[in-house]
């Protein structure tokens, strides 16, 4: 068997967070998140209920099939770009809050190749400024929602 080749997320140019259709890259997506990712964590589950009964021998467990997505993402805000303020609270001007049915439009490179995207809710973002530090730091919490239509927005490629 051959060696696997691991992912490594310094094989990935320009690690921004970006929005726009999957596919698109940060030159070229409607970009409303300005931040150079450093760390992420990237939360996937769906949820799992204890279904046993009386006289069963051994517990019995279900599960409901749903994806359930937060990311928190931290890094460093660019210079000259919006954070994402407005983006957090403004459903008329946000992609993310306001997306097309047909399209995803937050995409996250992990490594070549490897992309995540769906659509997003900004639930939470921090803005951490240190007077010594050499940059301004970013922390940002969002949760994965349906289309507008209802369906899974979530997509994982290759």
Do not use: C
Not at 10 to 31: E, H, M, N, R
Not at 73 to 78: E, Q
Not at 127 to 146: C, H, N, P
């Amino acid at each position: 068997m051959p060696t696997p080749i691991l992912m490594r997320p310094t094989s990935v140019t320009g690690l921004i967070l970006s929005s726009g259709a999957v596919g698109t890259d940060d030159a070229t997506g409607t970009q409303n998140f300005y931040i150079k990712v450093v760390t992420a964590e990237l939360d996937h589950r769906t949820k799992i209920a204890d279904v046993s009964g009386d006289g069963d021998a051994s517990p019995h467990s279900a599960i409901n099939y749903w994806g359930y997505v937060d990311w928190m993402i931290r890094g460093y805000g660019i210079a000259a770009q919006a954070i994402a303020y407005d983006s957090m609270i403004n459903p008329a001007t946000s992609p993310t809050t306001n997306p097309t049915a047909s399209g995803t439009n937050v995409v996250f490179n992990v490594s070549s190749g490897i992309s995540y995207a769906g659509r997003f809710f900004i639930s939470q973002f921090k803005v951490s400024f240190d007077r010594t530090s050499a940059y301004v730091g970013i922390t940002m919490l969002m949760r994965k929602t349906a289309l507008l239509n209802g369906t899974d927005s979530y997509v994982e490629t290759p």
